[in-house]
């Protein structure tokens, strides 16, 4: 680099594979557009996942993206050419029985070191004076894949990573651990990247916290201030979008826009998560700030499909946002994650001002589990949340979390009853606990029974051994009390594939599987049973009213002031009755009917 030239300062930013193909990098436009406010330099964002689904097909590429171990296995393959055969075992049991007949992992392997190869001699990075990485979740081993071939060409460009998945502990183990990195940006990246550049630039002698380097440099002794996210631009996407039409010239798709509602979360509570370790602070934009970036982007790129990148929506101001969204004639549709304690007038909102996917965090269908996960909610919450999604015409996806360290027998038996009541609702997702660096639990070991952390079992194929002990991985595993859990939630494991298999089966999936309609004097309702012919049950004057009266969660008191004629003892047997025959839920004094109205 020669500060003594005018050749402006020149900043090259990479998101790798298996960051999702039809959706350009927040991270990345978000930290370029905020470089090109408050500088001069060049800042040029470079996605190579795109060149790399398109070598691979937009059909594997996803499956790959999602599997959250394949992607990473064949990039390890490359890093660490011994362990191949773990990798390679690795991700066979990652993908499809479908998509494992059509790859051969070694002809695979090959073919993503060519496109690297490719791709790094078409970015000319010869011209940049640092490069930066930008790791979420999967793309940490092709990251450092390609800092290490970057590193290799060019031994004077500085390399930079910085994201999600180099917090803390996880981002210093890495610098120690790869020489291919310079600096690791730990924390909001904006402040800290602008800060490396001009000390890059020379510009200034002093970094920032947050800024981990090799060599002894000077930091500033305050903290850096968290940022107004509503003062940041709205992000810059459109390299991505020229490298779209590069690397598919034939096929075009609308990409998917992600946008930042909020950075952290406002309840960041769960024991078991740590995805807000970047973030030191929740910060949300206004409603109109949102509402101006949504209309401004869809303008400038032409796409009506966002993703909300937060984890967790701001309930108030996302109210606000879906409200007026809803009034105008755009006919937009949005993905968000939400917590799983929505009132059916939120959701209401939320689908009509287009939000048409959700993920929620259900996690459990036992209370006292839930209690220990600190969710905040109850199984009632939980069902009720599933059965408006279903009633909404919102797709839901959750999870449930299996082996979770301290359940109970109790809690287990719990699970399988209450699973026989969600039959109707979008199956959950098998999700298998593991220990999250930064997570509560992983900051109260003993709380969970928890004697010592180990390298998880998918790691362990995936790095050399020195680095199970030198490193702090961001995924964990533990000793303590693993295999009674591993043992107790099998039968849980069967239930839910069993689920699966049921709404994969069935006829006609616009319908719900459990439903009623309303004859004003009676009320027939319809349940689909897995394996068995569907059900149709008749609910006459006094019992279809009392059904009626509990599409939302209600107070058993309630009901009973509802029908002063209907003694306690009968109204109690009528609801156990229709809750055995999983028409009803019921938990501590509230009771839902789980029938959603068929139009
Ligand atoms: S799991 Fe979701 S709601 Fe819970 S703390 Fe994490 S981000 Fe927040």
Redesign the pocket.
């Known amino acids: 680099m020669d500060s003594s030239s005018n050749k402006v300062f020149a900043l090259a930013l990479c998101s790798m594979p298996w960051a999702i193909f039809n959706r350009p990098s927040v991270q990345l436009a978000s930290l370029q557009s905020y470089l090109q406010q408050k500088t001069a330099y060049r800042v040029d964002s470079f996605h190579p996942y795109l060149g790399i689904a398109a070598l691979i097909g937009t059909d594997v590429y996803p499956e790959i993206a999602l599997s959250g171990w394949a992607g990473e296995a064949l990039f390890s393959a490359l890093l660490y050419p011994e362990k191949k055969k773990d990798t390679a075992k690795l991700f066979h049991s990652s993908i499809s029985a479908s998509t494992r007949k059509r790859i051969n992992f070694n002809t695979l392997v090959d073919e993503i070191e060519q496109q690297c190869q490719c791709w790094l001699n078409a970015a000319r990075l010869e011209q940049y004076d640092c490069i930066g990485f930008s790791i979420c979740f999967n793309q940490l081993l092709p990251s450092l894949y390609m800092a290490k071939l970057v590193k290799k060409r060019h031994p004077n460009l500085p390399i930079l990573f910085g994201g999600s998945s180099c917090s803390g502990e996880v981002g210093e183990s890495l610098l120690k651990e790869y020489k291919q990195i310079d600096y690791i940006i730990d924390g909001e990246g904006e402040e800290r990247l602008l800060t490396l550049c001009r000390f890059l630039d020379n510009k200034t002698a002093t970094l920032v916290d947050g800024i981990i380097c090799r060599r002894p440099t000077t930091h500033a002794k305050q903290p850096l201030e968290p940022l107004e996210i509503n003062d940041l631009p709205f992000p810059d996407y459109s390299d991505y979008f020229k490298e779209t039409q590069q690397a598919f010239p034939l096929h075009t798709f609308i990409p998917l826009l992600p946008v930042e509602f909020s950075r952290g979360?406002?309840?960041?509570?769960?024991t078991?998560?740590?995805?807000?370790v970047q973030w030191h602070n929740y910060r949300y934009k206004s409603s109109d700030r949102m509402i101006h970036e949504i209309m401004a982007l869809s303008q400038k790129y032409e796409s009506l499909h966002f993703t909300f990148t937060d984890?967790?929506l701001p309930p108030r101001e996302a109210d606000q946002f879906f409200a007026e969204i809803a009034k105008k004639a755009v006919d937009f549709d949005f993905f968000a994650?939400i917590?799983g304690t929505s009132k059916v007038d939120r959701l209401k909102n939320y689908r009509s001002g287009g939000l048409t996917t959700i993920q929620v965090?259900i996690?459990a269908l036992s209370t006292s589990l839930l209690k220990k996960m600190?969710?905040g909610n109850s199984t009632m919450d939980n069902i009720a949340m599933m059965k408006l999604c279903t009633e909404q015409g919102i797709k839901m996806e959750g999870n449930l979390i299996l082996d979770f360290p301290t359940t109970s027998m109790a809690e287990i038996n719990e699970t399988i009853d209450n699973l026989a009541y969600v039959q109707p609702f979008a199956p959950l997702e098998a999700a298998t606990f593991f220990l999250g660096y930064g997570s509560p639990i992983y900051k109260n070991l003993q709380d969970y029974s928890i004697r010592s952390i180990v390298p998880h079992a998918k790691t362990k194929m995936l790095f050399p051994k020195k680095c199970h002990n030198s490193m702090t991985m961001l995924i964990s595993s533990y000793r303590g009390d693993k295999s009674i859990q591993q043992q107790r939630w099998k039968p849980v494991r069967k239930l839910i594939a069993a689920w699966l298999l049921f709404h994969k089966n069935r006829e006609n999936k616009s319908r719900p599987a459990l439903s009623y309609r309303d004859g004003q004097q009676f009320l027939i309702i319809r349940q689909e049973q897995a394996g068995k012919a569907t059900l149709h049950h008749r609910l006459r004057g006094l019992s279809r009213k009392i059904y009626l009266a509990a599409l939302i969660p209600t107070k058993l008191s309630s009901i009973q002031d509802l029908f002063p004629q209907v003694s306690i003892n009968a109204l109690e047997q009528f609801i156990d009755e229709m809750c055995s025959k999983r028409l009803m839920f019921q938990e501590s004094g509230r009771i839902l009917s789980l029938a959603v109205q068929q139009h």
């Open positions: 979360c406002w309840w960041n509570k769960c078991f998560c740590n995805l807000n984890n967790a994650e917590r965090g996690e600190a969710k």
